[in-house]
């Protein structure tokens, strides 16, 4: 907003319920005639809602709210003419607000009557936002058209928007499915994989935002990005909007790779949820009035349960939804003057440049930390095999050659031996954060290694006894094993 406007050029939009009369402003100790220029009204009829406002349009102009006490608000204003800045009060007695006190100077009270004009546009503009957050947030399918217009405070969404649209374009045509494309397509277009990351490919955590599992992946995502964009990058403006979907992002594909490291990690679900996080964090701020405030964050709250409930029931990463929402939180709290539009670009890209680093030493930390599970799970498979070959060397015996005696004593204490040792490296692997097709898998082998302890107990009897009584329970456990080995298949 120019700060350098004339009276006549800041009043040009008529203001709701405007004063046109002196008013008093009455307190315990006397009462008091303000001029009727430097009254603001708006049918602030709460106190709430009077704090509630002028804050946000304080805030919006670069100034600062000292404190707030019952009906006096002070706040602290400078420009480029007064770097210092004056200290003022604004009074509130119930309907009406007015800047200064009596017994002000001519000067100073030509100088509230600027600031009231200011402070007037502010407070339009802030009930006009709110309006429009209120009609998006409930569904009005105006704001879906908008959704798709790049204007001035809103461009950032439609553009990332477009890059998801564009690089699943370019995958399909290049040979990717378009409804169901593997795991080594996507982890060879940028996908997140924590044995990737925990060999130095950690731009993929970055990548995989960009990248999405299919056609349905793609449109539920955008629709949410452009749902969720369309109100928070009015508010909080196009470079803190960035930096909390990209840190969000990385954030839920770290979290990602720690909960679900055997799974290729892509979409902007994580970035997403970011924003939803940060929009939480504005709803506990005085942004909003306390009525529209509640009916928001029902909204909002009911939907981040809703796609939190979804992804448990479904092949979706929840890890990556958890991990962007509350990093998104946790930027929205710590920023206190998150709907601060004035605040100097140089500012905004330190503390998003602040924000990154400490993504950066968090994200090292936990890679560092991090087990690359995959790559224990692919060694522990080696090593079964291994001894499975040991144990089954046993059953190649040439039994024209082999005493009874050598046949026994193999069969007993190097096959049943690898096969226990077996079950212990399985029921170890059973430990790590297997999906759900793997965990199965590991379950059928256990029962494979016990079903052949079962089969060699069964020979040694056979030998032991010099009988053919337990050919047939031989012959069925035989069966069993192969069925198993069948459905591993």
């Known amino acids: 907003m120019d700060q350098h406007n004339t009276e006549n050029e800041l009043n040009k939009e008529p203001i709701p319920e405007a004063a046109t009369q002196s008013a008093e402003i009455v307190n315990e100790e006397a009462t008091y005639r303000m001029p009727d220029e430097t009254c603001i009204s708006f049918g602030l009829n709460t106190q709430e809602q009077f704090l509630s406002l002028t804050e946000q349009a304080a805030i919006s102009l670069g100034w600062e709210v000292v404190s707030t006490f019952k009906n006096e608000m002070i706040l602290h204003i400078s420009d480029a003419d007064d770097p210092a800045g004056k200290t003022v009060s604004l009074f509130y007695d119930g309907s009406k607000a007015y800047f200064g006190k009596p017994g002000d100077t001519y000067e100073a009270q030509q100088q509230n009557i600027l600031r ?8 339009l503009k802030v009930i006009r936002d709110t309006d429009e957050i209120r009609k998006k947030v409930s569904g009005d399918p105006r704001s ?11 461009f950032v969404t439609p553009v990332l928007a477009g890059i998801n649209t564009l690089v699943f374009i370019i995958m399909v045509c290049c040979g990717v499915s378009a409804f169901s494309p593997q795991s080594q397509s996507l982890i060879d277009w940028g996908g997140d994989f924590t044995t990737l990351n925990k060999h130095g490919e950690v731009w993929r955590l970055v990548t995989n935002i960009f ?13 949410c990005l452009l749902y969720i964009g369309n109100i928070m990058e009015r508010i909080i403006g196009p470079v803190r909007f ?67 409930a979804n992804g448990m029931k479904s ?4 890890a990556a939804h958890i991990g962007g929402l509350v990093s998104g939180f946790l930027m929205g709290v710590t920023d206190h003057n998150l709907t601060n539009l004035s605040i100097s670009k140089a500012k905004l890209w330190t503390r998003g440049l602040i924000m990154t680093l400490i993504t950066i030493a968090m994200g090292a930390s936990m890679l560092w930390l991090m087990k690359d599970e995959y790559q224990i799970y692919t060694d522990e498979m080696q ?15 040439d039994s024209q050659n082999a005493t009874k005696e050598r046949i026994f ?17 399985l029921n170890g692997l059973a430990q790590l954060k297997l999906p759900a097709r793997l965990r199965t898998i590991n379950t059928e082998m256990i ?31 035989n069966h069993e094993i192969q069925q198993i080995m069948d459905q591993l298949k």
């Open 211 to 223: 990248l999405h599992a299919g056609l349905v992946h793609l449109l539920m995502n955008m629709y």
């Open 144 to 154: 879906i058209i908008q959704a798709f217009s790049i204007n001035k405070g809103f």
């Open 383 to 397: 090593r079964f095999q291994r001894m499975e070959s040991m144990a089954l060397e046993v059953l190649n015996l």
């Open 315 to 318: 092949n979706i990463d929840n």
């Open 116 to 123: 009231r004009n200011l402070l007037n546009e502010a407070i």
């Open 242 to 308: 960035a930096f909390i979907y990209i840190l969000s992002g990385v954030f839920g594909s770290l979290l990602s790779d720690y909960f679900n490291p055997f799974t290729v990690c892509v979409g902007a679900s994580g970035a997403i949820f970011g924003l939803f996080g940060a929009f939480v964090a504005l709803l506990l701020t005085n942004h909003f009035d306390k009525a529209t405030r509640q009916r928001i964050m029902a909204n909002m709250l009911l939907l981040i349960v809703y796609n939190l």
């Open 409 to 425: 004593d193999e069969l007993n204490n190097r096959g049943i031996y690898y096969w226990d040792e077996s079950i212990k490296l």
């Open 447 to 477: 029962h494979y290694c016990e079903l052949r302890i079962k089969c060699y107990g069964l020979l040694s009897k056979k030998i032991s006894e010099n009988t053919d009584n337990y050919d047939w329970e031989i012959k069925q456990t």
